[in-house]
């Protein structure tokens, strides 16, 4: 992001991104019990700091996350209630944009098939790096993979504690050597803020095509 902050902290429509996201979980309608927010060591106090300028006062609990997003998560889901049961949904701290209704589907598929994520049809042609150059893949067969990523906490707790890859880049595969994942209809609004222009994007969602 090339930001002079973390850019869970950046401003997006005069607010944290980090407070847009947790808003979203705190929707009334899809009655989550419980929020962990996982962050850096070394953003707990500005956190703080944002929590006191804000006046946010959505319940959630702080813990500290790890080198990589699997250790990190890995921290969040051991600070859940120990005899928690039901689905857990894992979301990334930047992506503000998601609507109660992609969060409930995807907590309700992690109901009734065990493990469930969000996802969106590509709009572009894709290819395959290869050792000549690259080739077309069928982009019907593909699907971008977003978060939220709910699972029923008994598996995604029996998933981490499987040792960690290299290549895991998100819960569904950390899980899929376990259990299949159900893919869920995702929304193209539901973008992770990741370089300079997704904030753009992202006001402009919020200011002329609200969710
Ligand atoms: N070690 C990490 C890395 C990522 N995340 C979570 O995964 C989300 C998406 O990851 P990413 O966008 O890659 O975050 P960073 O790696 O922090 O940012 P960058 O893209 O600039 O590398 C983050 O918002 C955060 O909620 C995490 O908890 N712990
Ligand atoms: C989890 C995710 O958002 C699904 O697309 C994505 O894998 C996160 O990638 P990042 O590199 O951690 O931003």
């Not at 609990?61 to 998560?73: D, E, K, M, P």
């Not at 969060?103 to 050792?131: C, F, M, W």
């Not at 978060?147 to 819960?171: K, M, N, V, W």
Request: charged share 20%; net charge negative; glycine share 6%.
């Amino acid at each position: 992001m090339g930001a002079d902050r973390p850019k869970q902290f950046l401003p997006l429509a005069g607010e944290p991104v980090l407070l847009h996201t947790l808003r979203r979980f705190a929707d009334p309608t899809l009655k989550v019990q419980q929020c962990i927010l996982v962050l850096p060591q070394d953003q707990l106090e500005a956190w703080q700091q944002l929590c006191a300028e804000y006046a946010i006062a959505l319940p959630h609990t702080v813990v500290v996350g790890g080198a990589t997003r699997w250790a990190s998560v890995r921290n969040g889901l051991a600070a859940l209630a120990a005899h928690s049961t039901g689905v857990v949904a894992v979301h990334d701290g930047v992506r503000p944009l998601t609507s109660a209704n992609v969060i409930e589907a995807t907590y309700q598929a992690a109901y009734n098939h065990g493990a469930a994520v969000a996802a969106v049809v590509p709009k572009d042609s894709v290819r395959n790096l290869s050792q000549q150059g690259s080739y077309a893949l069928n982009r019907a067969r593909l699907r971008l993979v977003q978060t939220p990523q709910c699972f029923e906490i008994g598996l995604l707790r029996r998933a981490y504690q499987l040792p960690e890859l290299s290549t895991f880049t998100d819960d569904a595969s950390v899980v899929e050597d376990l259990h299949p994942i159900h893919l869920v209809e995702g929304d193209y609004r539901n973008l992770k803020i990741t370089t300079p222009e997704d904030l753009l994007v992202a006001e402009a969602i919020l200011t002329t095509f609200p969710i």
